[in-house]
């Protein structure tokens, strides 16, 4: 009885190792809901972190405009997107990748600048509007996922 416990446990433990090595982190960001703003205080947003990816750009961010006709931008850490904002009225979005307090923790700083002057949407009319949460399997899949490489990391000397 005790062996097969034994046995049981080895292979647990195999298994959680395999799955570090070899699940890619989950795509599902963390999304935040806002009430829609107005061009110039979108402008102002926009503003705001272009300069914080030129001023970081020595440390892998990078900051992209959306595609032409959209009203959005991205912040990536060496390609990898960290923060993506998309204004779709009546919504503003910000959307988080998951995993990023390890990749790139810099931009929490800027996420809370960018939402200080947001009204949130509450979690009913979030997800009333379609806006959804990462799933629990998501989140578990990032933490067995495991650490990200220090070559992958912005902000890191």
């Given at each position: 009885m005790k062996v097969r416990h034994g046995v049981l446990w080895v292979l647990f433990l195999v298994l959680v190792v395999a799955v570090q090595m070899h699940l890619p982190e989950p795509v599902e960001p963390e999304v935040l809901a806002y009430r829609d703003v107005p061009d110039e205080s979108f402008w102002t947003l926009r503003r705001h972190a272009l300069r914080f990816a030129e001023a970081r750009a020595r440390e892998g961010f990078e900051f992209l405009d959306g595609t032409p006709g959209s009203a959005s931008f991205q912040i990536q850490c060496k390609g990898v997107p960290v923060l993506h904002v998309e204004r779709q009225p009546p919504l503003l979005l910000i959307r988080v990748a998951l995993g990023t307090e390890q990749r790139a923790p810099a931009i929490y700083p800027l996420q809370a600048t960018l939402q200080w002057s947001l009204v949130p949407l509450t979690y009913l009319e979030q997800v009333?509007?379609?806006?959804?949460?990462?799933?629990?399997?998501?989140?578990?899949?990032?933490?067995?996922?495991?650490?990200?490489?220090?070559?992958?990391r912005c902000g890191v000397r």
């Open positions: 009333l509007s379609g806006v959804q949460e990462p799933t629990l399997q998501d989140r578990l899949l990032l933490t067995l996922a495991g650490d990200v490489p220090e070559d992958g």
